[in-house]
Nanobody, 122 residues
Framework: QVQLVESGGGLVQPGGSLILSCAAS????????MGWYRQAPGKQRELVAH???????NYADSVKGRFTISRDNAKNSVYLQMNSLKPEDTAVYYC????????????????WGKGTLVTVSS
């Protein structure tokens, strides 16, 4: 059993900053890629940022230069530093991780957190 738990969402004014955190727990053998997705009201879920085990990252064009993804492998955690936030960044942010469990080391499965709401408004 694996769980992803996000934290750090909230209300912030335009131009402000937030840090989102996500910790994976459970019977984890190895975590491959980790990432953040978001879903705004009435829109499809979209990739925000992604980081693989070796540290390579990629970002949605809309957040490049403003958001930074990082991970702490020792803590099975991924973070999203969000700066210069805009109203259009308002969404529920979901953590995603591609994980091999102890019971199933040869097949990686994508797990999702329940999401954390980020609201950018004055």
């Amino acid at each position: 059993q694996v769980q992803l738990v996000e934290s750090g969402g909230g209300l912030v004014q335009p131009g402000g900053s937030l840090i989102l955190s996500c910790a994976a727990s459970g019977s984890i053998f190895s975590i491959n890629a980790m990432g953040w997705y978001r879903q705004a009201p009435g829109k499809q879920r979209e990739l925000v940022a992604h980081i693989i085990n070796g540290g390579s990252t990629n970002y949605a064009d809309s957040v490049k230069g403003r958001f930074t993804i990082s991970r702490d492998n020792a803590k099975n955690s991924v973070y999203l530093q969000m700066n210069s936030l805009k109203p259009e960044d308002t969404a529920v942010y979901y953590c995603n991780a591609n994980i091999q469990t102890i019971a199933n080391r040869y097949n990686a499965i994508n797990y999702w957190g329940k999401g954390t709401l980020v609201t950018v408004s004055s």
